[in-house]
């Protein structure tokens, strides 16, 4: 899920105050969060036949989270937009203004 979250997001989210195996763990986590609701989005805007693609490359076993972020990228024009907005939207959510 490299391609989700830019190396600079332990500073983005202001996550350098934590050890550093905290500061992996969260980056998973918010890494996962945003995969998710990436695969929720992008259902809604593939086509049938895309759909149905998306299904048999999920069904494989052998099939990385970064293969499914390949697919879409491919498959939805404005893949790169929708992962930012996302992103913001999750950091906007999580993170209490002080």
Same mark, same amino acid.
Not at 23 to 40: D, F, S
Not at 67 to 82: A, R, S
């Given at each position: 899920? *490299?391609?989700? $979250?830019? %190396? &600079?997001? /332990?500073?983005?989210?202001? $996550?350098? %105050?934590?050890? +550093? %195996? *905290?500061? !992996? +763990?969260?980056?998973? @986590?918010?890494? *996962?969060?945003?995969?998710?609701?990436?695969? !929720?989005? %992008?259902?809604?805007?593939? #086509? +049938?036949?895309?759909?149905?693609?998306? &299904? $048999? $490359?999920? &069904?494989? =076993? #052998? #099939?990385?989270? &970064?293969? /499914?972020?390949?697919?879409?990228? !491919?498959?939805?024009?404005?893949?790169? *937009?929708? !992962?930012?907005? +996302? @992103?913001?939207?999750?950091?906007? =959510?999580?993170?209490?203004?002080?």
């Amino acid at each position: 899920m *490299k391609n989700i $979250l830019p %190396s &600079d997001i /332990v500073k983005e989210w202001g $996550l350098e %105050s934590l050890p +550093e %195996s *905290k500061q !992996v +763990e969260m980056v998973e @986590r918010i890494g *996962k969060i945003i995969y998710q609701a990436l695969l !929720v989005k %992008s259902l809604d805007i593939l #086509t +049938e036949k895309e759909q149905i693609e998306f &299904d $048999l $490359l999920l &069904d494989e =076993d #052998t #099939t990385t989270p &970064d293969d /499914v972020m390949g697919f879409l990228q !491919v498959k939805i024009p404005n893949f790169e *937009k929708m !992962v930012l907005e +996302e @992103r913001k939207n999750l950091k906007n =959510d999580l993170l209490l203004k002080v």
